[in-house]
Nanobody, 126 residues
């Protein structure tokens, strides 16, 4: 059952930027731990980043550190993933996920998250 909606994907050249958004009308995102995952063709879904609801701590996969940034807009009930300096290997379907409680040591595990979106395609190509 889809609870979250991602938007902002598209085609971008290497070195370009995109901002993904995660939204829902079902609950207040500020009360949930939010994560972004991605899945490239033929590969397993992997965590990209997470944002804690309790202390605002963010986590990032090594492959995106320094290039991707998560943030919240509580007034709009949105969570963003700002992606800069995009590379062809960033090409994937990006999913946002939410959970009321996530063990900090397991932020990257898909089973920690209860709610998922249907994903948005990001393609990095010249």
């Amino acid at each position: 059952q889809v609870q979250l909606v991602e938007s902002g994907g598209g085609l971008v050249q290497p070195g370009g930027s995109l901002r993904l958004s995660c939204a829902t009308s079902r609950f207040t995102l500020d009360n949930y731990n939010i994560a972004w995952f991605r899945q490239a063709p033929g590969k397993e879904r992997k965590a990209v980043s997470s944002l804690s609801s309790s202390d605002g701590i963010t986590n990032y996969a090594d492959s995106v550190k320094g290039r991707f940034t998560m943030s919240r807009d509580n007034a709009k009930n949105l969570v963003y993933l700002q992606m800069n300096s995009l590379k062809p290997e960033d090409t994937a379907v990006y999913y946002c996920a939410a959970a009321a409680h996530v063990y900090s040591s397991s932020w990257y595990e898909f089973y920690e998250y209860d709610y998922w979106g249907q994903g948005t395609q990001v393609t990095v190509s010249s």
